[in-house]
């Protein structure tokens, strides 16, 4: 098996994204934009350095070893192109449903597949009924197979595809896969076409696949009848956390754009980012960046610890990171006002946009915002009751960044969560050991560890209320929502405190500031309130982000050399 890639290395490997005559910039990626090209000579640099095995496991000839060293790589390719991840990454989701449940010969097939850098498909929506998985008709009835998907991702360009298809009457186990070699399917009996095009991610490969009589060996069966629809809900847990690293790319470089800019353009005497306004709207953007960042960090760790509760906490991280990174692009438009809207005219013309449009699809691309809080709205009863203990040493794991993880093991992914939510559970303890020592040296930061602690107590009772007879139809849903920032709070907590010895986002081991910053923007999001109420606390993350900026590092808690980058000259306004 070759060495794994490394980020350091792509990063060298790609260069400078704002390099205009280089091929993998953002001069390149806003030129295919334009002309809605997949990103052929980007995923062909990639694939021949070893990209695509970043999420195989070693028994494939993959180089997995975790999911948070993972994440870094394809943020690092994403912030030049998010399209990267569906050029090269769109069969993560067939590839985990076949660990989960497939034979050893569709294993060994699709190991082969990939590993040359092809695709397996993975076909579960239909257009007709789109999230609402248990409404779907394409059915497999002794051995034929019939009906359309669509948004199948490589649909048009993979040697195979993995279907769940009706094979019985109602409820989830009505469903079952199948694993098509579509080098042996008869002609007249597959059909593919291009899907409708989408705003953002122009380019990418999404098909229909219309089966028509297709005869299906027996072989093609993955794992038992019944089981398809169960082991595809499972493997979309892990496919959010690879999302969670487009979102961050796209992040990444929206914030560096209009630092960039900010830090460089003057209106009178004054630059851009020392006026109070754009200040306060880089803050928001900052903040938004870290707390995606800690969120998508506690993920990417969580997994391998404490897989039996990620049909939770998959579903929460990402509503969490899309809708910061949502956010925080919107605040970099206001500090780029007129520049945010350019296609032409000036360098890097038309980035913006294409970062704007791009996150719309990666907000969306694995489930919609409702449909992603509605998987687990019915589980907060049994995740905010109290008295289930807290697995101290297992949350240890987790957030000490020093921590080797266990292997990852997708056999247990569950469907639902068993007992209370581990991170809530263990943040009473955790607050009562460190707030009143924080609020000695840092009385903003202290003020909002407490109010974090009066929120996360209320929320079995909120939960309660959403249940009770008359209650607004939309009081669950409102819940979970509130529930994935608060969660997210407590993820940011966790993660200071088990690092308290380090420096995380740049900052001296143990400050407050950037603590102070993201519990700010969190509680404000779950309050449902305009973040910048909490404008002086929000800018010790922009001090941070700054700095990373100006050192040539990634915008997350553990330091990352990114390529160097060209000085752009400071403009006069």
Known sequence: MSAALTPERLEELLGDPGDDTGPYGFAAAVARDEQDAFPTALCEA?????????????????????????????????????????????????????????????????????????????ALTEAEHGSDLLAGEVRLSDGVLDGEKWMVGLGMRCEAVYVVARTGGRGPAAFSAVLLDLASVEPGQLERVPAVRTGGMRGIDLARMRFTGLRV??????????????????????????????????ADSAVRLALDFASARRVGRTLVADSPHPRRELAV?????????????????????????????????????????????????????????????????????????????????????????????????????????????????????????????????????????????????????????????????GGLLRRLATAADGLGELTRAAQRPGADPNALVDAAERYA?????????????????????????????????VLGY????????????????????????AALRESGQLFSALPLTLAPTRQEPHVQG
């Not at 028994?59 to 943020?75: I, N």
């Not at 449903?97 to 993975?122: D, E, M, N």
């Not at 069966?221 to 999302?243: F, I, P, W, Y």
């Open 46 to 122: 990639l694939v021949g350095a070893g990209f695509h095995l970043a999420y195989l496991p070693p028994e494939w000839g993959g180089t997995f070893r975790s999911f948070d060293r993972s994440l870094t790589l394809v943020r690092c390719a994403a912030r030049r192109d998010v399209n990267i991840m569906p050029g090269t990454m769109f069969s993560i989701i067939a590839a985990t449903c076949l660990q989960l449940h497939g034979s050893p010969a569709q294993q060994k097939r699709a190991a082969q597949i990939l590993r040359g850098g092809g695709a397996v498909a993975f």
């Open 217 to 250: 060996p027996g072989d093609a069966l993955v794992g038992k009848a019944g089981e398809g629809l169960e082991a595809a809900v499972k493997a979309q847990q892990a496919v959010r956390l690879m999302s969670m690293a487009g979102s961050l790319g796209i």
């Open 285 to 445: 953007a900052s903040a938004a960046l870290l707390a995606a960042d800690a969120v998508a960090t506690g993920a990417a760790r969580g997994v391998h610890v404490l897989p039996e509760v990620f049909s939770v906490w998959a579903p929460v991280a990402k509503h969490v990171v899309a809708e910061s990174c949502d956010e925080l692009i919107r605040r970099c438009g206001t500090v780029l006002a007129t520049r945010s809207v350019l296609r032409e005219g000036e360098r890097g013309a038309g980035l913006f946009q294409k970062l704007q449009r791009d996150s719309g699809v990666v907000r969306v691309i694995d489930s919609s915002t409702l449909a992603n809080l509605r998987s687990y709205a019915g589980q907060l009863p049994t995740l905010t009751a109290a008295g289930s203990p807290s697995d101290d040493r297992a949350l240890a794991t987790v957030f000490g960044l020093d921590t080797d993880l266990p292997a990852y093991e997708p056999s247990r992914l569950d469907m639902f969560a068993r007992g209370s939510d581990p991170v809530l559970a263990r943040l009473t303890a955790v607050l009562a050991e460190v707030t009143g020592s924080v609020a000695e040296q840092d009385d903003v930061t």
């Open 485 to 517: 920032w608060l969660h997210a709070a407590a993820v940011c907590v966790h993660l200071w405190h088990a690092n308290r010895d380090r420096s995380l986002y740049g900052t001296k081991p143990g400050s407050t500031g950037w603590l102070g910053a």
């Open 522 to 545: 969190l509680l404000a999001r779950a309050d449902g309130v305009d973040p910048r109420r909490h404008g002086a606390a929000l800018l010790p993350a922009l001090d941070a982000v």
